[in-house]
């Protein structure tokens, strides 16, 4: 009756135990992306082959070699932060793949200003605020120049001071080539007086005098 019963679980455990004798063991993963570029807040997703085909293997272990660069999940890559990282997959037997991820800032795809015609008298300084696009990409150093800095002039913070009377262009570019301008008219700042210089007015008076012998005599006086 035992031996019936070991028998039993021989036939039985049989096919599990030439399967396993055959299984295959991975042998080496191929990545659809060896290498790869991305923009922050971007996504992409690689794809792993396993060979052979048929080997034995349950999920694959997907890492970063920098998280604060760029982070997977099964694949999806997710770019955070500019910089270069390593993204390796990894089956049980340590077979491994790897892709080299290179991630850039977000690019300033246009420059405005505050003003694009403002006037300022000499001597006296008014600001101009640059907004760049997208608002989340980094503006980095943004260029301030005048076309004429004999009539107006700029610094790295926008403000710009009337030089003498006339036109003047002042310009924001950004480090990747986009700008904006803003044309400034310098005033001059000599005050025009409201009075006007008066003359002397002559002024005849008659005035009768008599004498003893009533005789009338006239006389001229100037008054201013």
């Given at each position: ?33 060896t ?23 349950k ?41 080299n ?82 044309t400034?008219?310098v ?20 005035k ?17």
């Amino acid at each position: 009756m035992k031996r019936t019963a070991l028998l039993i679980c021989i036939i039985a455990l049989f096919p599990l135990i030439l399967c396993s004798c055959f299984e295959k063991d991975v042998k080496s993963i191929e990545l659809s992306e060896t290498d790869v570029a991305m923009t922050v807040g971007d996504s992409l997703g690689i794809t792993a082959k396993i060979l052979p085909e048929d080997a034995k293997t349950k999920a694959l272990d997907w890492n970063s070699s920098d998280n604060k660069i760029v982070t997977v999940s099964d694949g999806t890559l997710k770019a955070k932060s500019a910089g270069t990282a390593v993204v390796t997959v990894k089956a049980e037997n340590d077979i491994k793949a790897t892709c080299n991820v290179t991630v850039a800032d977000k690019e300033i795809t246009s420059v405005t200003l505050s003003s694009t015609d403002v006037s300022v008298k000499e001597g006296k300084k008014i600001q101009l605020k640059a907004k760049t696009q997208p608002s989340d990409a980094p503006s980095g150093v943004l260029e301030w120049s005048s076309s004429d800095e004999n009539i107006a002039i700029v610094n790295s913070d926008g403000y710009v001071t009337g030089v003498k009377s006339g036109v003047a262009n002042i310009i924001c570019k950004s480090e990747n080539g986009k700008e904006a301008s803003c044309t400034v008219t310098v005033k001059s700042e000599k005050a025009t007086s409201s009075t006007t210089p008066t003359t002397a007015q002559t002024q005849i008076i008659v005035k009768p005098v008599y004498p003893a012998n009533n005789v009338g005599v006239i006389t001229t006086m100037n008054s201013s």
